[in-house]
Nanobody, 125 residues
Framework: QVQLVESGGGMVLAGDSLTLSCAASGRAFSSYHVAWFREAPGKERELVVALNWSGSSPFFGDSMKGRVTISRDNARNTVYLQMNKLKPEDTAVYYC??????????????????WGQGTQVTVST
Protein backbone atom coordinates (compact mmCIF):
# COMPACT_ATOMS: atom_id res chain seq x y z
CA GLN A 1 0.00 0.00 0.00
CA VAL A 2 1.26 3.44 -0.96
CA GLN A 3 -0.18 6.76 0.14
CA LEU A 4 0.67 9.95 -1.71
CA VAL A 5 0.28 13.47 -0.35
CA GLU A 6 0.89 16.47 -2.59
CA SER A 7 1.87 19.93 -1.36
CA GLY A 8 3.17 23.19 -2.72
CA GLY A 9 0.19 24.33 -4.73
CA GLY A 10 -1.13 27.85 -4.59
CA MET A 11 -1.79 30.99 -6.56
CA VAL A 12 0.98 32.44 -8.69
CA LEU A 13 1.35 34.99 -11.46
CA ALA A 14 1.89 34.16 -15.11
CA GLY A 15 5.59 33.66 -15.76
CA ASP A 16 6.32 32.48 -12.23
CA SER A 17 7.84 29.17 -11.22
CA LEU A 18 6.44 26.72 -8.69
CA THR A 19 7.62 23.43 -7.25
CA LEU A 20 5.21 20.76 -6.09
CA SER A 21 6.13 17.94 -3.75
CA CYS A 22 4.65 14.50 -3.31
CA ALA A 23 5.42 12.69 -0.08
CA ALA A 24 4.92 8.94 -0.22
CA SER A 25 4.50 6.35 2.45
CA GLY A 26 5.05 2.67 1.86
CA ARG A 27 8.02 0.39 2.08
CA ALA A 28 8.33 -0.34 -1.63
CA PHE A 29 7.83 3.17 -2.96
CA SER A 30 11.29 3.29 -4.54
CA SER A 31 10.27 0.45 -6.86
CA TYR A 32 7.28 2.36 -8.28
CA HIS A 33 7.25 4.49 -11.35
CA VAL A 34 5.83 7.95 -10.64
CA ALA A 35 4.11 10.72 -12.49
CA TRP A 36 2.34 14.04 -12.25
CA PHE A 37 -1.04 14.52 -13.88
CA ARG A 38 -3.32 17.51 -13.93
CA GLU A 39 -7.02 18.13 -14.36
CA ALA A 40 -8.41 21.51 -15.32
CA PRO A 41 -12.09 22.43 -14.88
CA GLY A 42 -14.16 20.86 -17.63
CA LYS A 43 -11.22 18.94 -19.06
CA GLU A 44 -9.97 15.39 -18.82
CA ARG A 45 -7.07 14.45 -16.61
CA GLU A 46 -3.83 14.56 -18.56
CA LEU A 47 -0.27 13.42 -18.03
CA VAL A 48 2.26 16.15 -17.31
CA VAL A 49 5.40 14.07 -16.87
CA ALA A 50 6.44 10.63 -15.62
CA LEU A 51 9.64 9.16 -14.24
CA ASN A 52 10.74 5.59 -13.78
CA TRP A 53 11.73 3.99 -10.52
CA SER A 54 15.43 4.79 -10.95
CA GLY A 55 14.89 8.46 -11.68
CA SER A 56 15.94 8.31 -15.31
CA SER A 57 14.18 8.60 -18.67
CA PRO A 58 11.38 11.09 -18.04
CA PHE A 59 8.34 10.81 -20.27
CA PHE A 60 6.60 14.09 -21.05
CA GLY A 61 3.04 14.80 -21.93
CA ASP A 62 2.39 17.45 -24.54
CA SER A 63 0.95 20.15 -22.32
CA MET A 64 3.99 21.36 -20.39
CA LYS A 65 6.94 19.82 -22.21
CA GLY A 66 9.96 22.10 -21.99
CA ARG A 67 8.65 23.91 -18.91
CA VAL A 68 8.69 21.14 -16.29
CA THR A 69 11.22 18.98 -14.53
CA ILE A 70 10.41 15.87 -12.51
CA SER A 71 12.73 14.38 -9.95
CA ARG A 72 12.57 11.92 -7.09
CA ASP A 73 14.45 11.35 -3.88
CA ASN A 74 13.95 7.72 -3.00
CA ALA A 75 15.73 8.14 0.33
CA ARG A 76 13.08 10.68 1.31
CA ASN A 77 10.20 8.97 -0.54
CA THR A 78 9.46 12.25 -2.29
CA VAL A 79 8.73 13.25 -5.86
CA TYR A 80 9.04 16.81 -7.13
CA LEU A 81 7.57 18.74 -10.01
CA GLN A 82 9.26 21.99 -10.92
CA MET A 83 7.17 24.14 -13.22
CA ASN A 84 8.52 27.21 -14.99
CA LYS A 85 7.02 30.02 -17.05
CA LEU A 86 3.55 29.22 -15.81
CA LYS A 87 0.57 30.29 -17.89
CA PRO A 88 -3.08 30.85 -16.92
CA GLU A 89 -3.96 27.71 -18.88
CA ASP A 90 -1.82 25.73 -16.44
CA THR A 91 -4.46 26.33 -13.79
CA ALA A 92 -5.55 22.88 -12.62
CA VAL A 93 -5.49 20.38 -9.82
CA TYR A 94 -2.19 18.54 -9.96
CA TYR A 95 -2.05 14.89 -8.92
CA CYS A 96 0.84 12.68 -7.98
CA UNK A 97 0.61 9.06 -9.13
CA UNK A 98 2.50 5.82 -8.62
CA UNK A 99 2.44 2.71 -10.75
CA UNK A 100 4.06 -0.70 -10.88
CA UNK A 101 4.11 -0.63 -14.67
CA UNK A 102 6.17 1.95 -16.57
CA UNK A 103 4.32 5.18 -17.37
CA UNK A 104 5.60 5.71 -20.88
CA UNK A 105 2.52 6.31 -22.97
CA UNK A 106 -0.83 8.09 -22.90
CA UNK A 107 -2.65 5.88 -25.39
CA UNK A 108 -3.77 3.55 -24.04
CA UNK A 109 -4.09 5.23 -20.65
CA UNK A 110 -1.37 4.06 -18.27
CA UNK A 111 -2.28 1.79 -15.40
CA UNK A 112 -2.00 3.79 -12.19
CA UNK A 113 -2.02 1.99 -8.86
CA UNK A 114 -2.13 4.95 -6.48
CA TRP A 115 -3.26 8.57 -6.68
CA GLY A 116 -2.73 11.48 -4.36
CA GLN A 117 -5.58 13.77 -3.37
CA GLY A 118 -4.35 16.61 -5.56
CA THR A 119 -3.15 20.15 -5.01
CA GLN A 120 -4.61 23.24 -6.67
CA VAL A 121 -2.42 25.47 -8.82
CA THR A 122 -3.93 28.74 -9.98
CA VAL A 123 -2.08 30.99 -12.41
CA SER A 124 -3.37 34.52 -12.81
CA THR A 125 -2.40 37.32 -15.16
Amino acid sequence: QVQLVESGGGMVLAGDSLTLSCAASGRAFSSYHVAWFREAPGKERELVVALNWSGSSPFFGDSMKGRVTISRDNARNTVYLQMNKLKPEDTAVYYCAAAKAPIDRTDPWPIIDYWGQGTQVTVST
